[in-house]
């Protein structure tokens, strides 16, 4: 009798402790969940301080950027280009300019996504994002590796290495579900549905192709993130689906 006793005193204590960690567990995992991202209030806060002066920033960052990225290729040149900017700059953009950008490329915006913001933090670009979905209400970010290849000069890939929602990990599928479930519009771009496939599996984006003009396209080469800038290099090259000249 003596011995049950013990035993059953021993089982209450263990599923104490046992509830007791998952308690802690669930505590610790819930302060991650709601704080907000370190970058994320430095970038605000560097936005705040702007004030009026966040459309000069843009409109700055936008003329001294432009000729770097659409200048044209040079007789005999390869195309290659490294366009460095601050993430202040580039905040300052995607807060004044981004939506009209994009609105004129005939891309809409998510109305479940807001703010979007870049940082830099430990060797890699962070790309953070406010979520406004009726279900979930959160500030995520995703931490940027771009991959490089052993071939001079060949393209790098791009692959999300980790995904956060405000300060907890998240698995990347899950924020793939989310994004497909709450943010996309209906009838997005098929082609969309391939990339967010391989964020999903934690597959590289390879080659990354941007647009420049009707007739010409960017390869990203390679990207160094710094703590307060970053340095993009890519090649501008003739549109792959135009035919030769």
Aim: glycine share 10%; proline share 8%; charged share 20%.
């Amino acid at each position: 009798m003596r011995r049950s006793r013990r035993l059953v005193r021993l089982a209450a204590a263990g599923l104490a402790v046992g509830l007791l960690a998952v308690a802690v567990a669930a505590g610790y995992g819930w302060s991650l969940w709601s704080a907000e991202p370190e970058h994320w209030s430095a970038g605000r806060a560097r936005l705040a301080a702007l004030g009026s002066g966040v459309a000069t920033e843009a409109r700055a960052v936008e003329v001294r950027l432009l000729p770097a990225w659409s200048a044209p290729i040079q007789p005999g040149g390869t195309g290659v280009r490294t366009i460095e900017a601050r993430y202040e700059e580039v905040n300052a953009w995607f807060a004044v300019r981004l939506k009209p950008y994009l609105a004129n490329q005939g891309v809409a915006w998510p109305e479940a996504l807001g703010a979007l913001m870049l940082a830099g933090r430990d060797g890699r670009v962070v790309l953070a994002f406010d979520v406004n979905a009726p279900d979930f209400q959160q500030i995520v970010s995703l931490t940027l590796g771009f991959p490089g290849s052993e071939e001079a000069e060949a393209p790098a890939g791009l692959v999300v290495e980790k995904v956060e929602a405000g300060r907890l990990p998240m698995p990347a599928a899950t924020l793939i579900d989310l994004f497909r479930e709450k943010i996309l519009p209906p009838g997005a771009d098929p082609g969309l549905a391939k990339l967010l496939d391989a964020v999903a599996e934690g597959s590289p984006i390879r080659p990354l192709v941007l647009p420049i003009d009707g007739v010409r396209e960017a390869e990203l080469l390679a990207v160094e993130a710094g703590p307060d800038a970053m340095a993009v290099t890519v090649r501008v090259r003739r549109k792959a689906s135009l035919p030769p000249r």
